[in-house]
């Protein structure tokens, strides 16, 4: 969390920081999260795709071609990056919980809400979404 002076109460600053990250992601960019497929992410997104690509690519089974591969690696970036911004522009804070409690290796994270919309920290924090667990 961004420290916002150092004579501000825990409380009122995440308030603070809440209102600023939504002022901000509308500063930003009102319709970014809308912009599923925006051309201008292609070139930004190119040297990603390639570094992953180099570690994905041994695992990936033949009958799919390199062109829909890099379309496919494009496609989660670009997921991601929306995701990412939607979140940066809720009032809430969110963390992704990586901890497996039952053992095994955590697929997907946990998605838990850290700050409510009114900018009050959550104690605990509420789950949004379950971890997916892989069986061993």
Do not use: C
């Amino acid at each position: 969390m961004v420290r916002v002076r150092a004579n501000v109460d825990p409380p009122a600053q995440a308030i603070l920081y809440s209102k600023w990250k939504a002022l901000t992601a509308t500063l930003i960019d009102p319709k970014a999260g809308n912009n599923v497929h925006d051309p201008s992410r292609a070139h930004t997104f190119a040297g990603i795709t390639a570094e992953l690509d180099s570690i994905l690519g041994p695992f990936v089974q033949r009958p799919l071609n390199d062109e829909q591969r890099q379309k496919n690696l494009d496609m989660i970036l670009t997921r991601s990056a929306n995701l990412a911004f939607l979140l940066f522009a809720q009032p809430g804070s969110f963390q992704f919980e990586f901890a497996s409690r039952r053992g095994g290796l955590v697929a997907f994270p946990a998605l838990l809400q850290t700050v409510g919309d009114d900018g009050r920290v959550l104690s605990p924090p509420r789950g949004l979404t379950e971890a997916e667990i892989a069986a061993l």
